[in-house]
Every structure is written in C-alpha cells, then in structure tokens.
Nanobody, 124 residues
Framework: QVQLVESGGGLVQAGGSLRLSCAAS????????MGWFRQAPGKEREFVSA??????????SYADFVKGRFTLSRDNAKNTMYLQMNSLKPEDTAVYYC???????????????WGQGTQVTVSS
C-alpha cells in the first residue's frame, strides 16, 4: 500500500503561482509512476501531469493546457512529488489529486493509489 497526502492548495489571483506537494509513504518502492490530476465542479477528473521512471531514466508528461505553465518534479529522498503552477488562470480552479501506480497501464487515468485532494482556487 502507498499513502499519498497532498498539500499546498489555496486561493490565488490570476497570474499567480502555487506549489503543490504530494508526500508518499508506505511501499513507495513498488510504484513506477506518479501523476497529478484535477477535477473541477461538474466536470470529470482530468490528467494534468505525470512522471514515470525506469532505472536511471525518468519521463515527464503534461496535458496541453498546462504546458509551459506547470512543472512536475520529484524528490526521491523525501518521497515527495511537486507541481509548480505558474501563470494560473481561473479555469485552473479545481481539486488537485496526486496518484501513484504499481504498473505501466495503457490507460492514462488508471492509477492504484490516490490522495484526498487539495483545493486550488484562482480568482479573476
């Protein structure tokens, strides 16, 4: 089992920045990838960014709507993943979730472990 706890959400004005953190505990060595997702009111959960690793190589991907604005990073020593969000827009308002997976699935949305989420609100 892997436990995930997000933090860093809050209220920010458009154009501002926030950094989300996702602290992992438990069997973290069993994970092969971690990701960030978000869900706005009345909308389905959507992919934001993910990182996967294989040996010494890591691969990071982003949804088109955050490319150039959001940056995912991971501190292995702290078992923590971050999402630096810059140039925030009102449409970025959502609950942000981090997730981890044990296997490489073809379904981009399929993850085995989920955090409880952290609210990000961007005012115009």
């Amino acid at each position: 089992q892997v436990q995930l706890v997000e933090s860093g959400g809050g209220l920010v004005q458009a154009g501002g920045s926030l950094r989300l953190s996702c602290a992992a505990s438990g069997r973290t060595d069993s994970s092969v990838a971690m990701g960030w997702f978000r869900q706005a009111p009345g909308k389905e959960r959507e992919f934001v960014s993910a990182i996967r690793w294989s040996g010494v190589f890591t691969y990071t991907s982003y949804a088109d709507f955050v490319k150039g604005r959001f940056t995912l990073s991971r501190d292995n020593a702290k078992n923590t993943m971050y999402l630096q969000m810059n140039s925030l827009k009102p449409e970025d308002t959502a609950v942000y979730y981090c997730a981890a997976r044990k296997y490489v699935y073809t379904d981009q949305m399929k993850y085995d472990y989920w955090g409880q989420g952290t609210q990000v609100t961007v005012s115009s």
